[in-house]
Every structure is written in structure tokens, then in C-alpha cells.
């Protein structure tokens, strides 16, 4: 079973900006379709951005449009990364970075593998 690393993770000031990264033990480019979910303390996982198989087609949540972008590594194709900018404090969670088999799921029960996540935190 593939198995992912999440990491990135900082404490930063309200409009600044992390790049996340995501490394699989497996190839991922054309196995599988990637997603960034998070989840704050007390609230469930949520979607935040995910990249189909082929790498052709990228989704965001609204709260992710026009701040977040991912993107996958041209040449280490199990390296997946999410850059973060103008960071708000509802920005705080821990971050994941699940694969699906197939297509990008909003729902996170789809996902069956879940790598440790990297901790994220913004300070107002």
C-alpha cells in the first residue's frame, strides 16, 4: 500500500505564505489522483485542492481558490507540493495529502491511506 509524507508544516503571520510537500513511496504521476485535505481541531477533514491522475486537471475548494496552488514535481514523480499564500488564520490545521485510485474525491472517507500530516499555523 502506498504511503505518503507530508511536510512543510510552519508557524507563520497572517499573510505570509508555506509551500507544502507531499512524497509518496510510490510513483504517483499516472497511478493516481492527489489531494491536500486539512483538518482543524475539533472540526472534520475538509478538502482543500486535488490534481487528477494524469495531472491534467486541478481542483481547489472555494476557500483555496486564488491563494492556493498545487502542483506536481516535473521530475521526482511521487513529490507533490502546495503553496500556500496569504495565509489566514482559518488556515490552521493539520494538512494531508491522500491518493485515490482514480478520480479526486471531495469526501475523505474515499481516500483508504492517510500519511501523518504536517501541522500548519497562522498567527493573526
Known amino acids: 500500500q502506498a504511503q505518503f509524507l507530508e511536510s512543510g508544516g510552519d508557524v507563520v503571520q497572517a499573510g505570509g505564505s508555506l509551500r507544502l510537500s507531499c512524497v509518496a513511496s510510490v510513483r504517483i504521476t499516472g497511478n493516481y489522483a492527489m489531494a491536500w485535505f486539512r483538518q482543524a481541531p475539533g472540526s472534520d477533514r475538509e478538502f482543500v485542492a486535488g490534481?487528477?491522475?494524469?495531472?491534467?486537471?486541478?481542483?481547489y475548494a472555494d476557500s483555496a481558490k486564488g491563494r492556493f496552488t498545487l502542483s506536481r514535481d516535473s521530475t521526482h514523480f511521487n513529490t507533490m507540493y502546495l503553496q500556500m499564500n496569504n495565509l489566514t488564520p482559518e488556515d490552521t490545521a493539520v494538512y494531508y495529502c491522500?491518493?485515490?485510485?482514480?478520480?479526486?474525491?471531495?469526501?475523505?472517507?474515499?481516500?483508504?491511506?492517510w500519511g501523518p500530516g504536517t501541522q500548519v499555523a497562522v498567527s493573526s
Open positions: 490534481v487528477s491522475r494524469d495531472g491534467s486537471t486541478t481542483f
Open positions: 491522500p491518493a485515490a485510485r482514480y478520480d479526486v474525491q471531495r469526501d475523505p472517507s474515499e481516500y483508504p491511506s
